[in-house]
C-alpha cells in the first residue's frame, strides 16, 4: 500500500468532496470524493500558474502523483472490496469504485482503471522530477550568471 506525508491531507480533501457532490444525485456522491482529490492539486496548478509560482507547480504535479498511487489500489479492488473503508462520521462505509464501475457496467476493468491510475501517478511525478529539477537547474545558472557580472577583477 502507498503512503505519503499527503495522506491525511488527501483523504480529508476526498471525503470533502462527498458531501461537496452530494447535492448532484448518487453517482457523483460517490465519486465526488475522487473527483475533489485530483482536483484540488490541479485546481492549486492553475492558481499558482496565475501567481507565476513555477516551482509550486511543479510541487502540485507531486501532491497530483500522490492522489493518483492512492486511488489506484482502490480502484482495483472494486470487485474483491477487501481493502478497509474510511467513514468519517460512522455508518456503514460504501466502497465508492465498486459502485461507481457497478454502475457503469464495467466492473471488470477494476484492475486495468487501477494500473492505468499508477502510469498517471508515475507521468505527473516525473512531470513533478523533471519539471522541479529543471527550474532548480536555472535558479543556479541565474544565479551564478548574476555572480559573474557583479564581480570586478580590478578589486
Known sequence: MFSSIF???NLGIHELGHYIFMF???FLHMAGGTIAQLAAPIVSIFMFRR???YFAIAACFGWLSTNFYDVAPYVADARAMALPLVTPFGGEAMHDWHYLLAKLHILDWD???GKFNRVLAFISMAICLIYGGWL????IRTFRL???A???PNE
Open 146 to 148: 548574476e555572480k559573474m
Open 7 to 9: 495522506k491525511g491531507l
Open 136 to 139: 532548480v537547474y536555472i535558479m
Open 24 to 26: 448532484f444525485g448518487e
Open 150 to 152: 557583479e564581480y570586478d
Open 51 to 53: 501567481q507565476h509560482d
Open 111 to 113: 484492475m486495468g482503471l
